[in-house]
């Protein structure tokens, strides 16, 4: 609902060639959600007894390997390997196409999506003599289909494992969004076909659901449908995706989104006054934010690996990352789930499908908020250090910095070195984190520090222009009255007067 609502009012300014995709994106979204209301619709059928099974005869191995192939872009795009298994060339038998496609494209969906980057899922196609003797007493005489979906996952916690099949049931741990009537429409069609599924599965090793279906040969052979390759979401989106605008000036936004429709949307609307940067799941978000330290971040709340809450703890509590103002996106609109989203560190909550203009509100809020900060910790420079370390993390940090800058200014060998040295720090985090906060590197920060202690030297003292210089740990008096003039837009002899 998010990308169909909001490129439906994209659609109305754009160009012919992002107007063209945006409404192959509605017809997309529209498809995903026409699926969903129809699994809903099956699911009163079954309830009512009205469901039926609509059989032709094909090939099965064919259909099975085309579907695994729509799921190649997304697995690439997670660094995930798929891999495709028969031992038979082909497989005829009667089988409900589009209940098939729904029944094992649910599975593949779930493997690929709880998987971690470099992990595998597998798709096994098997033709069996006979029942196996433990399924004896539940299937039909005769041979059988084994699909077998096989994945080096996150696994189902075992207390969950009862109950994954019923309806609107969600596990909590895992980490994306979800209705809840995937698995139990899985095990509905595997009860039409009259077959039989069962699942495998321990936490950190994967899982493999096993489904059992009687081979039969009556129904009419199917008419070839020559259908086009299957869409590859990932490597369309990318492919339409803007160049976000990378001037200076422009401050950065990291999208953490994991599905690629949404992420389009975002970046459309927001490429042209954000420098944009995307990650794909938490953990990868997190890497991100601490290598790139944005200025803001948005983020869903279920996605694989780490969810937004995690994401949200983990930035809040490092002090590298700690100043970052944090959206989060979520369908999860209850009081709760706010509540939880706030308490995690949120600086704002949107619903999806959310409304464009709310969201460029927040984002211009929480990044005029941030160049407020910044002005007021650079003009911290000028007040005295308080009697005891502030609370605040960002407060803490620079009170650390200065304290050092307190006692070794007038050393003109006390620089960036060992500042980094004195408050643990590379001096990339120390670079980053000063930019954020103040917005001035290190190397300005120390100079600006040793100005202001000039300032107050030649206020309340009878000291030469040189000899303030050399005592705030410049080596040249020259450069020192230039840089001055710099910093404050008068000569030193000129701030003595004032």
């Not at 976000?244 to 949307?265: F, G, K, M, Q």
């Not at 030469?464 to 705030?472: D, K, Q, R």
Request: charged share 25%.
């Amino acid at each position: 609902m998010t990308v169909i609502l909001g490129m439906a009012d994209e659609i109305r300014a754009t160009s012919a060639q992002k107007a063209d995709y945006a409404a192959h994106l509605i017809h997309r979204n529209g498809k995903k959600l026409l699926r969903l209301v129809n699994q809903l619709l099956d699911l009163s059928k079954l309830e009512a007894g009205h469901l039926t099974a609509h059989y032709v005869q094909d090939d099965v191995v064919t259909e099975l390997r085309y579907l695994l192939e729509s799921f190649h872009s997304l697995a690439k795009a997670k660094n995930i390997r798929l891999h495709f298994s028969s031992q038979t060339h082909e497989i005829p038998m009667d089988f409900d196409l589009e209940k098939l496609e729904h029944l094992a494209g649910n599975l593949l969906e779930n493997a690929v999506k709880y998987t971690p980057a470099g992990g595998e899922v597998w798709l096994k196609v098997e033709r069996l003599a006979a029942v196996p003797s433990s399924l004896a007493a539940t299937l039909e005489a005769g041979p059988c289909l084994l699909l077998q979906v096989k994945d080096t996952g996150i696994g189902i916690p075992p207390e969950h494992l009862g109950r994954i099949f019923d309806r609107f049931y969600q596990v909590g741990e895992w980490p994306t969004e979800g209705s809840g009537i995937g698995l139990a429409m899985v095990r509905e069609y595997v009860r039409l076909f009259g077959g039989h599924i069962e699942v495998d599965s321990r936490p950190g090793e994967g899982s493999v659901f096993s489904i059992f279906l009687p081979i039969k040969n009556t129904a009419p052979r199917r008419v070839s449908s020559n259908r086009s390759p299957p869409l590859e979401a990932w490597k369309e989106v990318e492919r339409f995706w803007p160049k976000s605008n990378t001037a200076a000036s422009h401050p950065r936004l990291l999208i953490i989104e994991d599905n690629p429709d949404v992420i389009y949307y975002l970046q459309n609307f927001l490429h042209e006054d954000f420098d944009v940067k995307i990650a794909f799941d938490g953990e990868r978000g997190i890497e991100l934010a601490i290598e790139k330290i944005p200025d803001v971040i948005i983020s869903d709340i279920m996605m694989p690996k780490k969810d937004g809450l995690e994401v949200c703890r983990v930035l809040k509590n490092d002090f590298r990352t700690n100043h970052i103002p944090i959206i989060l996106l979520t369908a999860k609109t209850d009081i709760a789930s706010r509540i939880a989203g706030l308490e995690a560190g949120a600086d704002a909550y949107l619903a999806k499908p959310f409304n464009r203009q709310e969201l460029e509100v927040e984002l211009k809020k929480l990044t005029a908020l941030r160049e407020t900060l910044k002005r007021k910790f650079s003009q911290s420079l000028a007040q005295p250090l308080p009697p005891s370390p502030p609370k605040g993390l960002n407060e803490r940090f620079l009170y650390d910095v200065q304290h050092c800058l307190e006692k070794h200014f007038p050393d003109e060998d006390f620089g960036i070195k060992e500042l980094c040295s004195m408050t643990g720090v590379s001096r990339t985090q120390l670079h980053r984190k000063l930019m954020a906060l103040t917005g001035q590197p290190a190397s300005h920060f120390i100079r600006s520090f040793r100005l202001e202690k000039a300032r107050e030297l030649l206020r309340t003292t009878r000291m030469t222009v040189a000899e303030v210089a050399y005592a705030v740990g410049f080596k040249d008096s020259y450069y020192f009255s230039r840089t001055f003039s710099q910093e404050f837009g008068l000569s030193p002899s000129e701030a003595r007067e004032v």
